[in-house]
């Protein structure tokens, strides 16, 4: 089956520490995302990808880091900068076409800083 | 990009028809309007797009007036499973989607 797969599906993190969100898709999809979603509010932009080896901030990108080294892949890092990074992380993709294109998610990566 | 505006929630009854309105009166001539369904702890799941007029496909129907600057989502007959924060998003060309605090739709038996 084609989708999107996320890890792990809870995070602990001590404060200061760097952490790393995986994200793969098998959908042959050219875009990818990463949202973040804070209790009782909708998304927000943090790094979209249109192709590999190119990445583009979103609304709220201080203190997260993206690369895409591989079409299928578009790993996360909340990096120790980020100051409240206690969140609901979603992962998505479309085949292209903008924000025309149906957006696929993953299950998300919740969050916990200690 | 266009900005949305829809109302914080909604209650409604089972067997119901329930109809969301989102409003985007500065919608650019190449905008489609899409709605997404997101329950508690996953991610949105696409309900339906359109352009113009009308819509409708197993779950949903979209009504789209000439002037595009609204839209309204209609859930026909509704079930306890519906509970659901429903998004309107706006947009065309661009890789910046835009979620706004969606609605949040409470179904009471």
């Known amino acids: 089956d084609g989708g999107i797969t996320q890890s792990p599906k809870y995070l602990f993190r001590k404060e200061g520490q760097n952490v790393t969100l995986s994200c793969e898709q098998n959908?042959?999809?050219?875009?990818m995302y990463w949202y973040r979603q804070d209790p009782g509010q909708g998304l927000r932009l943090i790094y979209y990808s249109q192709i590999v080896n190119d990445f583009q901030k979103g609304d709220i990108a201080e203190g997260y880091s993206v690369s895409r080294e591989k079409k299928e892949s578009f790993p996360l890092t909340v990096t120790s900068a980020q100051k409240n990074p206690t969140a609901f992380y979603l992962c998505?993709?479309?085949f292209g076409g903008g924000s025309s294109g149906e957006q696929f998610f993953g299950p998300g990566t919740r969050l916990t800083v200690l | 990009l266009a900005k949305t505006t829809q109302p914080i929630s909604m209650d409604s009854y089972e067997g119901q028809e329930v109809n969301i309105t989102c409003s985007h009166n500065n919608i650019a001539t190449n905008d489609y309007i899409t709605w997404y369904q997101q329950f508690p702890s996953q991610g949105p799941r696409f309900i339906i797009q359109g352009y113009k007029t009308k819509v409708t496909n197993e779950v949903a129907s979209l009504f789209i007036p000439a002037d595009r600057k609204s839209s309204t989502l209609s859930l026909p007959r509704v079930s306890l499973s519906d509970t659901a924060v429903y998004y309107c998003l706006v947009g065309s060309g661009t890789y910046k989607y835009i979620f706004g605090t969606g609605t949040r739709l409470k179904v009471l038996a």
């Open positions: 959908l042959n999809h050219d875009a």
């Open positions: 998505a993709s479309t």
